[in-house]
Structures are given as structure tokens and as C-alpha cells.
């Protein structure tokens, strides 16, 4: 197979970014990377995923599939305009007109049919329903179509039970044939005699001969293959490959690849790009390719299939996952939107109250994180030459990754974190602690050294009393956030620094209370990071490690590397265990460890009960159990600093996510603490950081690489030490709250908290799980107060404060 792939080092311009140049404002995210999206824009709705064109480009329709209410959008292609929102139960990805544009068909997801809307006086309007099988817990989830008008057949391929159905409209009768794999979408020839089928989870593309009706070949192609587009001829596939970077270019008649075209913006970049959506413009001479995690197009010049040529970048908005072509005109859904915002009035609605209705409506914004973005549809013409260059420029601009940080970090000489990857620092032991969801304003807003709002504050000092102490005798972290929006892609970031294109794209289906699983945390071979998590990483540079409940349930690794590598009798997810009994089952262990002079470089750890249970009666309140995770924090921190591997100890403390609860600053910000004998006493850092900026720290310390452009890109924690130890030992502050205290009162927070699942992370509605919490902590009549503060935004020309 030949296989070429183009880098876009293009011109040195490309890369040396000149903030004079931009004219346009540039907004920060609160992962450290930056927009400066080109074009107008219409409002879509949530985590739009797939933009369906009509066959004389008149009508294009997007599928919104998000955590919130989930719609399906009519949009006026000549006049830009929104024509019809109709809400739809359940939906994923799945739509397609038919010829006459008269019909539009949408998955529905985990209801397991196919849903025809009549398209009437600009409106959609339910028509019928297509059934696979029954509904939710029936594993079918329908994902991309297909349409044969002419002889009234869909084609629906699956990623719960990976198969395709092949359905004759008039009798509505589905058959079925397993594909092996999660499949993504699937297109048929101009001919329509074969079906090209995207498999997401098999890494190739099959091919189904719909006269022979059977799968005849099948091509492999990078990880993650996604979205395809074809040419008018057929005879040459484009496939999006998310956790590549890449496009694969398939010759049809002679069945291979002839090209990989490299879309991330350096060559041999490591996961980060997520290429997830292709598009070729009308005359078929230009590529457009959408970069969900670079935030951008990449473009290329396709006019010659096997020798194809880079061209440029073009910024769009947060998070892209579709793009197509009408005329001259680029559409880009953008998933997230534009900004990331601050959730300081996320107070659940109660849905026994007439405001239901309103949030319902959209009338009201739901604070919640999972939901909490709107999409947006960025449209602009085809860019010519200079403006690619420049439009190129930016994206550069707005990337804070490039090669040389896989390899040299910021710092200062002699700083305990080296710069270069593989240097020495006196550190040789990291113990990396995992806990549950809280943002900083939840926990730390009471603390008048930092950028806090007392008024959100519901776990202050007196119920966290060991993570203050923290906070003040080593360093107070302000401006820390998560890269995290849940748990389910929350862990895959705080252990791998990357969540790929599957995890984003489903996990708010089940979030949002419309079946699905929980697939993060090594739970399924799709949603893993290609390169593996912390541990591969560890595995790869020849560095020891263990792990003490993440990634394992059950008492069981969740995935192969962490054989041999685990606690056996440290407990997982259970809330019946308090975590001040998992420090000491990890007591017992590092007791055996060091005295065989056997403790791993590199210790990951989960302490979870600062999730709490709501009020199930006979439960621990949520301040008992926030303060049983306070003081098992305080514990573990005393006992190592009192330890002897202290001097050569850092402890790194973060939330996986931060979606129970408000901030004012951004809904991302969350607690991170350190400690440890080179880390700085009664500092205060005001520096952003991120879960990744955590990872590279670590990265640093041990002498290994990044694992994808997300941690290689974050800054590293180096201003938190000082090159002279102070080895005074931290001791435990007592709780100042009676963690046995029970849930005794029967009220309707009580029997709403009975019907929640707590036997897995983030099983339950997290949205009513927060008010829950909110009442017991501020009382039955508590309202949240109104926004003090604007969105987490920078402005072009501003700088960053020093921290000094």
C-alpha cells in the first residue's frame, strides 16, 4: 500500500504567529487553547453532531445530540436561516433526505427506530417511525443512513449491536447482518450498488453488495474511521480517522489506499487533532477536513488523488464534528460552540415546579455542564489563497501545541521539573489522586486568599478542613480546570490526557437519561485513548507503576496493562466504604512496598466520597461524606510526609470533573492541590492550568513523553516548586464535622435521592442529584444568587497575569 502523508509545514509563516495580524478577537478556553472562528453563524443546538444537504441544496439539516434537549434543525440554505426546532426524544447522528425533499429521515437513537419527517410549508413534521427492535435495554442504537430512492430502501448501520439493517420502506420489514464492530455511518456508490460502511470500533471500511446482499470486501484504514465523503464518479472514498489525525484516500475499483493525508498540524503529532468529518467542495479539487480538538479546518488540494497537497488551515469554532459544502459556501457544526461559560445559577430546576416547563422550552438555560454549550453553525465562502494563509496563521496562533513541547516544557534551571523530557529531578515518587466532581467555588470559594464566591461555597473549611490546610501550607490554585465535562470522559483525561471521538459523542446520550452505558475508564476497547492511558506511557519509558482503584472495578484491572500493576484488596466505586478506609488499605500496601524497597515511581489512586449519596436515608450526609474524603486526603498527605520517600515525594490531588456544582469563574474550574518536600509553602498561583498541565508535570518529573497534544501543549506546575526541600510534615486537622452522621429526614429531596443508582459513578440525573445537594447543604428555600462575573474570556493583546 502507498501510503503518503503531507504535513503542513507548508511555510514558516504558518508558524510564526504575529498577534498584530489578528483583527479579530480571540477567546480562551479553559483547556489553554484558543478561538478566533471566521464567518457568521447561526445557533444549533446541543453537541450538534451531522449536517444533512438535500438533494438541490436547498435544505440543510442538523441533528442535535446532546446532553439537554435534543432537536432536529430545517435550515434555509440561500437565506441563512433557521425554518423549524423540533424536539426528538432520542437521536444520534443519523440523517438523510430524500430526493424529492420531501422526507427527512433521523436516527433515534436508543429508541431503536428511524423517524420520517414530511417536510411541509418549510416545517418538519412527524410522519412515521421505522422500528429496528424494542426499545432501550435492546443494544441497536441506529447511527448513520443511507437512502435508495428508487427501489425505496435504507440502509441504517448500528454501534450498539454492529450490524447493518437493510429496510424495504413498504413493508417497514428490517433485515439484519453483523458487521463485527461499532459502525459510524455508511454512503452508497452513485450506482448504488455498494454500501460503504465507516467501522469505528474495526478500524476499515466494509463494502456491501446491495444486489448480492452481503459484505463483499473490506479496506483497513486508521483508528477511528468516522465520517466519509465520495466523489460524484465514485471512484475515490475520503475517510475521516479521529484518533490518527488523519484522512485515508481509497482508490474504489482497486480496493486500497493510496494516501493518508496528515491533518493535524505537525507532522507525527500525537492524538489531539481528532479528524472527524470530511468534505469535498464542489468541483471535487479541494478536501475540507474537520479537527475537532484543533478546533480548525484543514484543507488540501485533492485534484490528484495519491499526490494530494496541503493548503491551509481555517479557524472555526470549539470542537467541530461536521462539515460540508454548498456552492462556495463551507458549513462548520460546531459542537460546543464558541465559548466555554461560567454556571454560577446551576441550581437544578425542580421539576415539580411550573419552571420546568420553561427550561424545557429553552426559555431558561439549564447550567449544567453537560449541557450547558451551545452548538453553533459557522458559514463563510471558500477562502482564497491569502486568506488561507492568514486564516492559517491564526489557527497556529490559537494552538498552544507544536512539536518542540513533546520534548523541552517552560520552566527555570534547576527547578525540580526538568524542561526536557528525560533529565533528572529529584523527585522520584509521584502519588496522583483522583477524587469526585467539585468545582473550586463548591470547596475553596470560602478561602479569601483566592478568586472564590462565598456564596457558592458548600463544602467550606469547616467541612474541609485538610484540603484548606493544604491549599495554605503549600500552594492555593485559583485558575485550575478541569478538561473534563463528566466523569465518563473525565477519568480518560485525568489518566490519558486525551478522550477520543466516540467518548465525546456518546457519553451525553446516557447523561441525559437516554440509555447507553458507561464506557469510560477502560470499560470499552472503542472509547480507550489509542496510545493507552498514564500507565502504557509508564510501561513505554520503563518506569514502575500501580494503581489503587482507577480503572479497576471489581477488584479487577479494566484493561491489560494494569495487570500485576493494581492493589488487590483497595476498593473501587463502593460508597458503603468510607474513604478513610481505602487510605488505610493503601497504608498497608505502601508499608509492604517500601520495606521491599518496591514502591512504583508512579501511583494513581481514586478517593471518591466527596460525591456523596444526596439524602438516602441511613446514608452519610453529604457533609459526612465530604468530610470522611477531607480527612482521609489529610491522612494520606500526613502519613507519606511522615514517611521515608517524603523528600523524593510529590502528591498531586484533582476531581476527574467538575459538573456537581457552580463556579462563577467557568464551569471547567476546579480544586488541585499539591504537596509535597519541593513543593513551595504558602504560595499562591494564579497560573491557568489544567488536568493536563497535572499530567505533564508528572510526565516531567518521571521522564516521559506526552501522551497526546493536550498535555504536551499545557503548561507544567514548575512555578509550585522551589529547588530547596522543606520536609516539614503536614498533619491531619481533625474533622470538625461527625462523619457518622446519618440521613434521617423523610422529605421529598429524601425520596428523590432513594431512586438514584450509586453503584457506579455518575449512574444517576446529575442535574436533580446538584439540587439535591443544594437544598441539604442551603436549606429547603435556598435560591442561587445571579452572576457576578462575565465568561471565561480573553481578549487578542491581552496578557497573562505573571502569578508573581
Keep these: ?48 453532531l451531522n449536517i444533512a444537504v438535500s438533494s438541490t441544496k436547498k435544505y440543510l439539516a442538523v441533528t442535535n445530540n446532546g446532553q439537554s434537549t435534543q432537536t432536529i434543525q430545517l435550515i434555509d440554505v ?63 442504537s441506529p447511527a448513520g443512513i443511507a437512502l435508495n430512492d428508487a427501489t ?34 455508511c454512503l452508497l456508490s452513485p450506482d448504488k450498488k455498494e454500501l460503504y460502511i465507516s467501522l469505528w470500533g474495526g478500524d476499515k471500511i466494509l463494502i456491501y453488495n446491495t444486489l448480492q446482499k452481503k459484505l463483499t470486501d473490506s479496506i483497513a484504514v486508521g483508528d477511528n474511521p468516522n465520517d466519509i465523503c465520495l466523489t460524484k464518479s465514485g471512484k475515490y472514498l475520503f475517510v475521516a480517522n479521529a484518533n490518527d489525525n488523519s484522512v485515508s484516500v481509497i ?36 478536501l475540507y477536513i474537520a479537527n475537532a480538538d484543533n478546533n480548525c479546518l484543514a484543507v488540501f488540494d485533492v485534484s490528484k488523488p495519491g499526490s494530494s497537497q496541503s493548503k491551509g488551515l481555517i479557524p472555526v469554532g470549539w470542537y467541530p464534528t461536521c462539515v460540508r459544502v454548498v456552492g462556495n459556501t463551507i458549513f462548520v457544526a460546531n459542537g460546543k460552540g464558541f465559548t466555554s461559560l461560567p454556571n454560577p445559577n446551576y441550581r437544578p430546576f425542580d421539576t415539580s415546579k411550573t419552571t420546568a416547563s420553561a427550561y424545557q422550552k ?66 522520584k515518587y509521584v502519588f496522583y489522586i483522583v477524587k469526585e466532581n467539585r468545582t473550586y467555588d463548591q470547596v475553596l470559594g470560602d478561602m479569601k486568599e483566592g478568586n472564590g464566591d462565598t456564596s457558592l461555597c458548600l463544602f467550606g473549611e469547616k ?13 492555593l490554585l485559583d485558575n485550575f480546570y478541569v478538561n473534563a465535562e463528566v466523569s465518563a470522559d473525565g477519568h480518560n483525561w485525568s489518566l490519558g490526557g486525551y478522550a477520543d471521538d466516540y467518548l465525546e459523542k456518546t457519553w451525553p446520550t446516557s447523561y441525559g437519561g437516554r440509555g447507553g452505558t458507561y464506557d469510560g475508564e477502560g470499560n470499552r476497547e472503542i472509547a480507550n485513548n489509542k496510545g493507552g492511558f498514564i500507565w502504557n506511557n509508564a510501561a513505554r519509558a520503563g518506569v514502575s507503576y500501580r ?78 461524606h465530604c468530610a470522611d474524603n477531607d480527612l482521609a486526603v489529610g491522612m494520606f498527605v500526613d502519613y507519606l510526609s511522615k514517611s521515608p520517600v517524603w523528600k523524593e515525594s510529590v502528591v498531586f490531588i484533582v476531581e476527574d470533573d467538575a459538573q456537581d456544582g457552580p463556579d462563577h ?18 504560595y499562591i498561583d494564579h497560573t491557568m492550568y489544567s488536568t493536563t498541565s497535572v499530567l505533564h508535570t508528572i510526565e516531567l518529573i518521571l521522564g516521559m513523553p506526552p501522551m497526546s497534544q493536550y498535555d504536551a501543549a499545557a503548561e507544567p506546575m514548575w512555578r509550585c516548586f522551589a529547588n530547596t526541600p522543606d520536609l516539614t510534615p503536614f498533619n491531619t486537622k481533625p474533622s470538625q464535622v461527625d462523619i457518622n452522621e446519618k440521613n434521617v429526614v423523610e422529605n421529598a429531596w429524601q425520596r428523590k435521592s432513594e431512586g438514584f443508582d450509586f453503584s457506579g459513578e455518575d449512574r444517576i440525573p446529575d442535574r436533580e442529584f446538584t439540587e439535591v445537594i443544594w437544598k441539604a447543604v442551603k436549606g429547603e428555600n435556598a435560591i442561587v444568587p445571579a452572576p457576578k462575573r462575565a465568561a471565561f474570556v480573553k481578549l487578542s493583546g491581552e496578557e497573562e497575569d505573571d502569578d508573581d
Design 152 to 185: 425505496q430502501t435504507i440502509y441504517v448501520v448500528t454501534k450498539e449491536n454492529n450490524s447493518l439493517y437493510t429496510i424495504d420502506l413498504k413493508t417497514k420489514q428490517p433485515d439484519s447482518l453483523k458487521l463485527g464492530a461499532e459502525a459510524y455511518t
Design 463 to 475: 467541612i474541609t478542613p485538610n484540603l484548606h490546610a493544604l491549599a495554605r501550607e503549600f500552594v
Design 1 to 48: 500500500m502507498k501510503k503518503l502523508f503531507t504535513s503542513f509545514l507548508l511555510l514558516a509563516t504558518f508558524i510564526v504567529y504575529a498577534q498584530s495580524d489578528l483583527s479579530i478577537h480571540r477567546i480562551s478556553l479553559p483547556n489553554g487553547w484558543s478561538l478566533s472562528p471566521v464567518g457568521k453563524s447561526l445557533e444549533l443546538g446541543d453537541l450538534p
Design 665 to 682: 469563574i467557568d464551569a471547567h474550574r476546579s480544586t488541585a492541590y499539591l504537596a509535597g518536600g519541593f513543593v513551595k509553602r504558602h
Design 547 to 624: 494503581t489503587y482503584g482507577e480503572f479497576v472495578d471489581d477488584y479487577k484491572p479494566n484493561i491489560p496493562i494494569l495487570k500485576n500493576h493494581f492493589c488487590q484488596y483497595y476498593t473501587s466505586w463502593d460508597q458503603m466504604v468510607r474513604d478513610t478506609t481505602r487510605v488505610g488499605q493503601w497504608k498497608r500496601d505502601f508499608d509492604s512496598l517500601v520495606a521491599h524497597n518496591a514502591l512504583p515511581q508512579l501511583n494513581t489512586l481514586r478517593i471518591i466520597n466527596d460525591h456523596t449519596e444526596g439524602l438516602r436515608k441511613g446514608r452519610p450526609t453529604p457533609f459526612a
Design 251 to 286: 482508490d474504489i475499483k482497486n480496493r486500497k489506499v493510496i494516501e493518508t493525508l496528515n491533518a493535524a498540524l505537525y507532522p507525527n503529532a500525537p492524538a489531539g487533532s481528532t479528524t472527524n468529518s470530511v468534505a469535498l467542495s464542489s468541483d471535487e479539487k479541494t
Design 362 to 427: 429553552g426559555t431558561l438555560r439549564d447550567e449544567y455542564i453537560g449541557g450547558l454549550f451551545t452548538g453553533t453553525l459557522s458559514y463563510f465562502p471558500a477562502p482564497t489563497p491569502l486568506q488561507l494563509s492568514q486564516y492559517s496563521r491564526q489557527v497556529y496562533g490559537n494552538t498552544p501545541y507544536n512539536k518542540e513541547k513533546e520534548m523541552q516544557a517552560a520552566g527555570e534551571p534547576d527547578n525540580p521539573i526538568p524542561m526536557k523530557v528525560g533529565d533528572t529531578s529529584p523527585i
Design 78 to 140: 440561500a437565506n441563512k436561516k433557521v425554518l423549524d426546532n423540533v424536539v426528538i426524544p432520542k437521536s444520534w447522528l443519523g440523517l438523510h433526505f430524500s430526493a424529492n425533499e420531501k422526507y427527512l429521515y433521523a436516527s433515534g437513537g436508543n429508541d431503536n427506530w428511524i423517524l420520517k419527517y414530511a417536510i411541509s410549508n418549510n416545517k418538519l413534521v412527524l410522519q412515521d417511525s421505522i422500528l429496528l427492535g424494542k426499545k432501550w435495554p435492546v443494544r441497536i
